[in-house]
Protein backbone atom coordinates (compact mmCIF):
# COMPACT_ATOMS: atom_id res chain seq x y z
CA UNK A 1 0.00 0.00 0.00
CA UNK A 2 1.57 3.54 -1.16
CA UNK A 3 1.50 5.53 1.76
CA UNK A 4 2.35 8.79 -0.71
CA UNK A 5 -0.12 11.95 -0.56
CA UNK A 6 -2.46 12.30 -3.97
CA UNK A 7 -0.84 14.38 -6.50
CA UNK A 8 -1.68 18.88 -6.10
CA UNK A 9 -2.80 20.03 -9.07
CA UNK A 10 -3.03 23.75 -10.49
CA UNK A 11 -5.55 24.44 -13.31
CA UNK A 12 -4.57 26.22 -16.10
CA UNK A 13 -6.90 29.15 -15.17
CA UNK A 14 -5.17 30.21 -12.13
CA UNK A 15 -1.46 29.88 -13.94
CA UNK A 16 0.15 33.00 -14.52
CA UNK A 17 2.33 33.13 -17.59
CA UNK A 18 5.79 33.39 -16.66
CA UNK A 19 5.00 30.31 -14.54
CA UNK A 20 3.62 28.66 -17.67
CA UNK A 21 7.25 29.59 -19.54
CA UNK A 22 9.34 28.33 -16.76
CA UNK A 23 7.92 25.10 -16.89
CA UNK A 24 7.70 25.06 -20.49
CA UNK A 25 11.63 26.14 -20.53
CA UNK A 26 13.50 23.20 -19.23
CA UNK A 27 14.78 20.21 -22.00
CA UNK A 28 13.79 17.56 -19.92
CA UNK A 29 10.12 18.76 -19.22
CA UNK A 30 9.39 19.17 -22.99
CA UNK A 31 11.16 16.11 -23.43
CA UNK A 32 8.51 14.38 -21.00
CA UNK A 33 5.78 16.34 -22.57
CA UNK A 34 6.54 15.49 -26.33
CA UNK A 35 6.42 11.71 -25.15
CA UNK A 36 3.07 11.91 -23.29
CA UNK A 37 1.78 14.26 -26.52
CA UNK A 38 2.69 10.84 -28.26
CA UNK A 39 0.69 8.50 -26.00
CA UNK A 40 -2.94 7.54 -25.00
CA UNK A 41 -4.59 9.56 -22.03
CA UNK A 42 -3.66 7.79 -18.76
CA UNK A 43 -1.00 5.26 -20.06
CA UNK A 44 2.00 6.47 -19.11
CA UNK A 45 3.74 5.91 -15.89
CA UNK A 46 6.17 8.59 -13.98
CA UNK A 47 9.11 5.96 -14.81
CA UNK A 48 7.80 5.22 -18.33
CA UNK A 49 9.73 8.16 -19.87
CA UNK A 50 13.26 8.16 -21.60
CA UNK A 51 14.84 11.22 -19.23
CA UNK A 52 18.26 10.82 -17.49
CA UNK A 53 17.29 12.05 -14.54
CA UNK A 54 17.33 10.50 -10.87
CA UNK A 55 13.91 9.60 -9.38
CA UNK A 56 13.62 12.89 -7.17
CA UNK A 57 14.79 14.62 -10.35
CA UNK A 58 12.11 13.73 -12.46
CA UNK A 59 9.57 13.92 -9.59
CA UNK A 60 10.73 17.76 -9.20
CA UNK A 61 10.09 17.91 -13.26
CA UNK A 62 6.47 16.80 -12.54
CA UNK A 63 6.07 18.84 -10.01
CA UNK A 64 6.70 21.62 -11.98
CA UNK A 65 4.44 20.47 -14.52
CA UNK A 66 1.57 19.79 -12.45
CA UNK A 67 2.00 23.46 -10.59
CA UNK A 68 2.15 24.88 -14.43
CA UNK A 69 -1.31 23.30 -15.55
CA UNK A 70 0.01 20.86 -18.22
CA UNK A 71 -0.03 17.79 -16.82
CA UNK A 72 -2.08 15.94 -14.30
CA UNK A 73 -1.33 12.79 -12.77
CA UNK A 74 -3.44 9.71 -10.84
CA UNK A 75 -2.07 7.05 -8.36
CA UNK A 76 -3.28 3.61 -9.28
CA UNK A 77 -2.09 1.46 -6.72
CA UNK A 78 1.59 2.43 -6.29
CA UNK A 79 1.95 3.26 -10.03
CA UNK A 80 1.37 6.94 -10.55
CA UNK A 81 -0.30 7.98 -14.12
CA UNK A 82 -0.03 10.84 -16.50
CA UNK A 83 -2.05 12.77 -18.88
CA UNK A 84 -1.27 16.00 -20.50
CA UNK A 85 -3.86 18.21 -20.18
CA UNK A 86 -3.93 19.70 -23.92
CA UNK A 87 -6.80 21.00 -23.98
CA UNK A 88 -7.13 22.97 -20.61
CA UNK A 89 -3.94 24.34 -21.55
CA UNK A 90 -4.67 25.26 -24.70
CA UNK A 91 -7.67 27.42 -23.88
CA UNK A 92 -5.59 29.02 -21.06
CA UNK A 93 -2.31 29.70 -23.48
CA UNK A 94 -3.36 29.34 -27.42
CA UNK A 95 -0.68 28.09 -29.48
CA UNK A 96 1.91 27.63 -26.53
CA UNK A 97 1.74 23.84 -25.87
CA UNK A 98 1.97 23.46 -29.82
CA UNK A 99 5.23 25.20 -29.86
CA UNK A 100 7.08 23.48 -27.39
CA UNK A 101 5.70 20.37 -28.79
CA UNK A 102 7.11 21.18 -32.11
CA UNK A 103 10.09 19.46 -33.30
CA UNK A 104 11.82 22.21 -35.19
Do not use: Y
Amino acid sequence: MSHRAAPEHTHPDEVPLLTALSALADPVRIRILRELADSEQWTRTCGSFDVEVRKAALSHHFAVLRGAGVVEQKDEGARRFNRLRREEFGARFPGLLELVLRED
